[in-house]
């Protein structure tokens, strides 16, 4: 069969891989060397070396990467981080103005706001749900427009279709972080999405145990963007490179689990009485269902929720759980509960966080694989306590 017919999970698995396989290896081996043997190379960049993320390694989970999102091109990052802000710092120039999502990672909000200006870089936020408005922002300087998936944390779904159409009627580059929607969700390069970032800590790898990061889209922007953070050092590891290949491999039975589980899991907090409010694209009482129910294949294992009473009976309810750890990040194996006013949003002022809807008492809760019923019933009964 041909490679490109294949369904998307066995493209995880047999994407990329070397053909032939390294003396027989079944598995990708770990080029655990700093460099390589010079073999004539013309430019810098295709020299052999950990720091320009081009060792077998690197080479295979790129071309995987590429293949899972539609993209023609992948390059792997030290942190999702090292990916965004090498894309930002590639695309745009002093002078040149962004168009952002009002809604979006911390750290993503906190470089837009506090260190583009460094660059002579401008920005304006945009209302993801209200594309008539996004025309009073652009300006003749304008070279990028920047969204998320599924915003972190309060799971707004923009038009992401009108985004494409934007870019492309304005000649932008549409930029767009998959991390919450993984591409079994959502694959971006295919509704014509110009770059696509990762995350890969999150969902890519799935086991909580690396950080990492990946920009695909076309062969000629991703190269670009390849120089850049060849200058900039954001190199991972080879034995990193490992251990993500790996996790990838299982990312279709991870996330379909992951999605059906935090279905059932919003449905029953969005119906108990003390729960005043909960963010899950997946019931058809958010906003922007409809617009997700057409974009995505699932919607995710992400939520976030608010409990009647405030902050002291937020703090309580999360003591009282036994099953979800009560740690930053998402993604992984295990179900993750954090307060994104004290974690992934803790770089934004109070001020600046009620603005976007983040409140202190929000809580953000990343559902892993254990099993729907246990975590139910470890929610049910840290509520009535």
Request: glycine share 8%.
């Amino acid at each position: 069969m041909k490679k490109d017919s294949l369904k998307l999970e066995t493209k995880i698995i047999h994407s990329g891989e070397p053909e032939p396989r390294i003396d027989g290896a079944v598995s990708m081996p770990i080029f655990q060397t700093a460099m390589f043997e010079y073999a004539g190379e013309t430019s810098y960049h295709d020299v052999r070396y950990i720091r320009l993320n081009n060792t077998p390694n690197h080479i295979v989970l790129s071309k995987k990467l590429a293949a899972l999102e539609g993209g023609e091109s992948a390059q792997i990052a030290s942190s999702g981080m090292a990916a965004i802000t090498t894309a930002f710092l590639t695309l745009l120039k002093t002078g040149d103005h962004l168009l952002a999502q009002n809604c979006l990672y911390g750290g993503t909000h906190d470089f837009v706001t506090k260190d583009l200006e460094g660059f002579g870089i401008s920005y304006d936020f945009i209302d993801g749900n209200d594309p008539s408005s996004w025309l009073s922002k652009l300006k003749p300087n304008t070279k990028a427009i920047y969204v998320e998936a599924m915003s972190n944390p309060l799971l707004e779904v923009a038009d992401l279709k009108a985004t494409v159409e934007f870019a492309r009627k304005h000649n932008l580059v549409s930029m767009i972080d998959n991390t919450f929607a993984s591409p079994i969700n959502f694959r971006a390069s295919e509704f014509g999405f110009d770059i696509t970032l990762h995350s890969c800590t999150k969902y890519l790898n799935g086991h909580s145990d690396l950080v990492a990061g990946a920009i695909i889209g076309s062969k000629a922007l991703v190269e670009k963007i390849t120089h850049k953070l060849n200058h900039l050092g954001g190199s991972l590891d080879p034995h990193a490179v490992f251990l993500l290949h790996r996790g990838v491999k299982t990312l279709a039975l991870r996330v379909k689990h992951q999605n059906e589980s935090a279905l059932k899991i919003a449905q029953f907090l969005a119906s108990h009485p003390k729960v005043a409010k909960v963010n899950y694209p997946g019931l058809e009482t958010h906003p922007n269902y409809q617009r997700a129910k057409e974009l995505f294949n699932g919607f995710s294992g992400m939520m976030s929720f608010e409990l009647k009473g405030g902050v002291e009976v937020t703090t309580k309810f999360i003591k009282n759980l036994t099953i979800p750890v009560k740690a930053p990040s998402l993604g992984g194996v295990e179900t993750l509960v954090t307060l994104p006013s004290k974690t992934s949003h803790a770089g934004l002022s109070k001020e600046d966080r009620e603005k976007i809807g983040i409140s202190d008492s929000l809580i953000r809760l990343s559902v892993g694989i254990e099993a729907t019923e246990d975590l139910i019933l470890d929610f049910e009964q840290a509520l009535e306590s």
